[in-house]
């Protein structure tokens, strides 16, 4: 290996190889010996070999909706996990593979093998699994959502189960023993299963219920560990709040090859990268920093660099937090909607945001940056009395932790408003 990044990539070599020694008991025996037969995808050839390559996935938003009905109803939540999902895909198009080393029948080792069904390697193998589990899954009674594929429910009168496709990963959540025990042996049946029982660990997000007290937490302190030891901040003191007005700004980025070649080697984008994936799935409170941040990813500048330190430390402090639902006396949903309508000192952006919020934490955040808009439409509007706006100060409007950086007492108070806690006890 040549590149600038050599060394790490053979220390990613070498825990990886390490990993398969580890495989063993208490008493040093292996536990499994594990292979997987991959074919040269990378020699596939686009329009002939295959047409389409991705399966759609659920989005976070709707496994955080099913979360929240979960801890209101109390519902039973228990996962499964298919294994080799990509074997179990149908092919269409005529795929053909040499005989493995070693593996070679004998007298037709001049032979090739044609692929029936698909084989890891493959670039349609994921796209094929979700054809065939959802064909398989609708002829039992499952019906799709028609806003987000891979989450299903199934009615049976007063009965009911969801069913969340996550590639290989499945989330079972159900008001009847019986139906969660049909769809078991249903799955088992028809493809290689192993029942995990309930849930408590999916995509790296750790789930604890106090179901006596109707609470449900998603936790990500594991994964937000790993960044904080990822780039060397294991040990680093606290932060109250993310970022301050001010922090991240376009004057900051380079004005010279200089200051060019002195973020080349600073791993800015990937740190974005990294904590997008938590901000994504359990803390929204975040995202504010996230955008702001991705907007300097193709050019950053050392005190872009430098803000990381802060949004770091308050990972620090917060790593523990769990986005926390739980049992409420009348279900209903919560919206809020903000906007700063370009006051954006760098370039006029205007950044608005809205949120919902049901079952006593966010199920939702969204952060929209917009270079042109438009009033006159919106006063024809209100004239008509088709919308009417309300005020809403400060500290209420939870949506102004998504549009602006807040002063500490507003930013904290905000960030308890959305369901983000340390722990059950604090949260109640």
Known sequence: MESQNADKWREAMLNEFESMKNNQDKDGRIERFKARLVTKGFTQKEGIDYAKMFS???????????????????????????????LNGELEEENYMRQ?????????????????????????ASMRWYFKFHKTVSSYGFEESITDQC??????GSRFIFLVLYVDDILLATNDHNLLKDT???????????????????LGIKIQRDRARGLLGLSQKTYIERILKRFDRSMCSR????LAKGDLKKKH?????????????????????SIMYAQVCTRLDLALCISKMGRFQSNPGMQHWIARK?????LQRTKAYMLIYRRTENLKLVDYADANLGKAEDDYISTSSFIFKMAGALLLGRVLNKLVFRVQPLREKVADKLV?????????????????????????????SMGLFPSFDVAI
């Open 56 to 86: 759609p996935v659920s989005t976070k938003d709707s496994f955080r909706i099913i979360m929240a009905l979960v801890a209101h109803y109390d519902l039973p939540l228990h996962q499964m996990d298919v294994k080799t999902a990509f």
């Open 100 to 124: 493995p080393g070693g593996f070679a029948k004998e007298g037709k080792q001049h032979m090739v093998c044609k692929l029936g069904k698909t084989i890891y390697g493959l670039k349609q």
């Open 151 to 156: 989450i299903y429910l199934k009615k049976c």
């Open 184 to 202: 078991k042996e249903v799955l088992s049946n028809n493809f290689g299963m192993k029942d995990l029982g309930q849930a408590v660990l999916v």
């Open 239 to 242: 932060q109250k709040v993310l």
């Open 253 to 273: 980025c380079p004005k010279n090859k200089e200051e060019e070649d002195e973020m080349r080697n600073k791993s800015y984008a990937s740190l974005v990268g």
């Open 310 to 314: 802060k949004i770091l430390r308050y």
């Open 388 to 416: 009417r706006f309300d005020h809403i100060r400060t500290q209420d409007m939870i949506a102004d932790l998504f549009t602006k950086f807040l002063p500490s007492e507003a930013f904290l108070r905000h960030v308890k």
